[in-house]
């Protein structure tokens, strides 16, 4: 008697969209199947690995290198795979959501990699998964074009030699994708938003000289590291495809990946490109693990902490160091200015901060960097040119000047700067504002001149939760509360009540973003993952 065939993936509770057919094929269901099928019950283990770590972090309150991995750390012999020529020179990355307009000026932007975002960018309707998905094949068939209605402007592509190579970021392991169920059960987005992309787009890439490259996002240890190793060399068998085909890398944007680094790239050196130094996310990774450690954890404001800061120093020096030891690129952090288009001060003064933050990466020894917006790619390529001239990059640069002991990483007591009173109005301010547009659909939001995503929110809505519990008293002699917090969003609701008129107010999402920012900054248990229960909120 034959086994029976394996149950399909059922599309639950979502709106037909236009050419899904085209992403949703079954075998490209199958294949999504298949992945969650063989990957999902390691998944669900490493999750539940974090929660212990988390609690050992609240008994401990410190963290150190591990001691069973200390023989990879030591062994000098091994290195990552070589870089493919597409991701050899990534002097400047843009980043930015996978809408058919941004896919478009991404892809034209004159930068080297464009960081293609199903994840913080990215608002996680169905809508965005699957025609974000559609969007990058059309790009790599040429089949895209776009038309602004508001504007009449037309975007088409430039000539292939000219493109972003693509690096595609799927959501982290900790998000489901409610609408693709398996007997029930939800697929986990990250296996989504890779196994639709990789079995549409992997022979394709192959066939044009480059390859299915991603970035990992939210990873938390060298074990979340082993299992897409084992992911992606699944993938490339199932597909047809040579082992070491695909390249990863890593944002190392937690705190604990931080203790990682050497193992996390060890984990996937047949399909490692390099590391990353994600900022706000790592930030609120340290307020979430060190959340009951007391005052000497305690950040000033978001805008206070700058990569020059010692803790940020260490973690930014060491990311270089291993990286290059090891024979992987070393990307730095994100450039989120918005240019203005009404006041040039405002601009003279943020390209000279931008040019500065990218003038220390490269002589740091990055070899390349992020921005989010277009304007900012010739600053950032100019720091970058300056530096390696005709060279692809700075890997032979090994930086073993460098020494970072474990405690420097978590020394956020050598900061002088304080909380202040402004910088809880800003942390409500951006997270209302951010939240709205994020239920609205839209992940990237530009906000007072900076383009904010997921992780903006998260380190909002995290200082406002610390700055209580750890009951500061800010510069004005008022003292972190709840009721203080409550007061200042309902000035900054009704402000901005005022500021856009009472149909767009009626007409958006600014009471459930208000009342969610508040939920998550102010319950006594403190959520992981905002996104989480916004995701329950989420139409669509």
């Given at each position: 008697?034959?086994?029976?065939?394996?149950?399909p993936?059922?599309?639950?509770?979502?709106?037909?969209?236009?050419?899904?057919?085209?992403?949703l094929?079954?075998?490209?269901?199958?294949?999504?199947?298949?992945?969650?099928?063989?990957?999902?019950?390691?998944?669900?283990e490493l999750?539940?690995?974090?929660?212990?770590?988390?609690?050992?972090?609240?008994?401990?309150?410190?963290?150190?290198?591990l001691?069973?991995?200390?023989a990879?750390?030591?062994d000098?012999?091994?290195?990552?795979a070589?870089?493919?020529?597409?991701?050899?020179?990534?002097?400047?990355?843009?980043?930015?959501?996978?809408?058919?307009?941004?896919?478009?000026?991404?892809?034209?932007?004159?930068?080297?990699?464009?960081?293609?975002d199903?994840?913080?960018?990215?608002?996680?309707?169905?809508?965005?998964?699957?025609?974000?998905?559609?969007?990058?094949?059309d790009?790599?068939?040429?089949?895209?074009d776009?038309?602004?209605?508001?504007?009449?402007?037309?975007?088409t592509?430039?000539?292939?030699?000219?493109?972003?190579?693509?690096?595609?970021?799927?959501?982290?392991?900790?998000?489901?994708?409610?609408?693709?169920?398996?007997?029930?059960?939800?697929v986990?987005?990250?296996?989504?938003d890779?196994?639709?992309?990789?079995?549409?787009?992997?022979?394709?890439?192959?066939?044009l000289?480059?390859?299915?490259?991603?970035?990992?996002?939210?990873?938390?240890?060298?074990?979340?590291?082993?299992?897409?190793n084992?992911?992606?060399?699944?993938?490339?068998?199932?597909?047809?495809?040579?082992?070491?085909?695909?390249?990863?890398?890593?944002?190392?944007?937690?705190?604990?990946?931080?203790?990682?680094?050497e193992?996390?790239?060890?984990?996937?050196?047949?399909?490692?490109?390099?590391?990353?130094?994600?900022r706000?996310?790592?930030?609120?990774?340290?307020?979430?693990?060190?959340?009951?450690?007391?005052?000497?954890?305690v950040?000033?404001?978001?805008?206070?902490?700058?990569?020059?800061a010692?803790?940020?120093?260490?973690?930014?020096?060491?990311?270089?160091?291993?990286?290059?030891?090891r024979?992987?690129?070393?990307?730095?952090?994100?450039?989120?200015?918005?240019?203005?288009?009404?006041?040039?001060?405002?601009?003279k003064?943020?390209?000279?901060?931008?040019?500065a933050?990218?003038?220390?990466e490269a002589?740091?020894g990055?070899d390349?960097?992020?921005?989010?917006?277009?304007?900012?790619?010739?600053?950032?390529?100019?720091?970058?040119?300056?530096?390696?001239?005709?060279?692809?990059?700075?890997?032979?640069?090994?930086?073993?000047?460098?020494?970072?002991?474990a405690?420097?990483?978590?020394?956020?007591?050598?900061?002088?700067?304080?909380?202040t009173?402004?910088?809880?109005?800003?942390?409500?301010?951006?997270?209302?504002?951010?939240?709205?547009?994020?239920?609205?659909?839209?992940?990237?939001v530009?906000?007072?001149?900076?383009?904010?995503?997921?992780?903006?929110?998260?380190?909002?809505?995290?200082?406002?939760?610390?700055?209580?519990?750890?009951?500061?008293?800010?510069?004005?002699?008022?003292?972190?509360?709840?009721?203080?917090?409550?007061?200042?969003?309902?000035e900054?609701?009704?402000?901005?009540?005022?500021?856009?008129?009472?149909d767009?107010?009626?007409?958006?999402?600014?009471?459930?973003?208000?009342?969610?920012?508040?939920k998550?900054?102010?319950?006594?248990d403190?959520?992981?993952?905002?996104?989480?229960?916004?995701?329950?909120?989420?139409?669509?």
């Amino acid at each position: 008697m034959s086994a029976p065939a394996p149950s399909p993936l059922a599309i639950v509770d979502a709106e037909p969209l236009p050419r899904q057919d085209e992403v949703l094929t079954d075998a490209a269901l199958a294949f999504v199947a298949e992945l969650h099928r063989n990957f999902t019950p390691r998944r669900d283990e490493l999750l539940a690995r974090r929660a212990e770590r988390r609690a050992e972090i609240a008994r401990t309150s410190t963290l150190d290198f591990l001691p069973e991995t200390a023989a990879i750390r030591a062994d000098a012999s091994w290195q990552v795979a070589p870089a493919p020529a597409a991701l050899n020179d990534r002097r400047v990355e843009i980043t930015g959501p996978t809408d058919r307009k941004m896919t478009i000026n991404a892809l034209n932007s004159g930068a080297k990699v464009w960081l293609a975002d199903f994840e913080d960018a990215s608002a996680p309707t169905w809508e965005n998964v699957v025609l974000g998905q559609l969007n990058l094949s059309d790009a790599y068939t040429r089949n895209i074009d776009f038309t602004d209605e508001r504007t009449g402007k037309s975007y088409t592509l430039r000539p292939a030699e000219e493109l972003a190579t693509v690096v595609m970021r799927p959501r982290g392991w900790h998000l489901e994708e409610r609408h693709l169920q398996l007997d029930g059960r939800a697929v986990p987005g990250a296996l989504v938003d890779f196994g639709l992309y990789f079995f549409h787009n992997a022979k394709r890439l192959v066939e044009l000289g480059k390859g299915p490259y991603f970035y990992l996002p939210k990873t938390e240890s060298h074990l979340e590291a082993r299992l897409w190793n084992d992911v992606f060399i699944f993938a490339q068998d199932y597909v047809g495809i040579p082992q070491g085909t695909v390249r990863a890398t890593v944002l190392i944007e937690t705190i604990t990946a931080a203790y990682e680094m050497e193992e996390i790239l060890y984990e996937l050196r047949d399909h490692a490109s390099g590391l990353n130094a994600g900022r706000w996310d790592y930030l609120f990774s340290i307020v979430k693990n060190f959340r009951d450690g007391g005052e000497k954890f305690v950040l000033p404001d978001r805008n206070a902490v700058t990569m020059t800061a010692p803790f940020m120093r260490a973690y930014t020096e060491l990311l270089v160091r291993t990286c290059h030891k090891r024979g992987a690129h070393a990307i730095g952090g994100m450039a989120a200015f918005i240019p203005s288009r009404r006041d040039a001060e405002v601009n003279k003064v943020a390209f000279e901060k931008v040019k500065a933050d990218k003038d220390r990466e490269a002589h740091d020894g990055f070899d390349g960097s992020w921005v989010a917006h277009p304007d900012l790619v010739p600053i950032a390529m100019a720091s970058f040119d300056a530096v390696l001239g005709d060279k692809p990059n700075q890997k032979d640069r090994l930086r073993e000047d460098v020494s970072v002991a474990a405690g420097d990483l978590i020394a956020i007591d050598t900061l002088h700067a304080k909380p202040t009173y402004e910088g809880l109005r800003n942390a409500v301010q951006v997270g209302i504002r951010y939240i709205e547009a994020w239920l609205r659909g839209l992940g990237a939001v530009a906000i007072f001149n900076l383009m904010e995503d997921a992780a903006t929110a998260e380190i909002s809505r995290s200082q406002i939760w610390q700055w209580i519990n750890a009951g500061v008293t800010f510069e004005n002699g008022e003292r972190a509360t709840p009721d203080l917090a409550r007061k200042v969003a309902a000035e900054e609701l009704a402000a901005i009540r005022e500021e856009i008129g009472e149909d767009a107010f009626t007409s958006g999402n600014w009471q459930q973003a208000h009342d969610l920012l508040l939920k998550v900054a102010l319950d006594e248990d403190y959520e992981d993952f905002l996104t989480l229960p916004a995701y329950e909120q989420l139409q669509g």
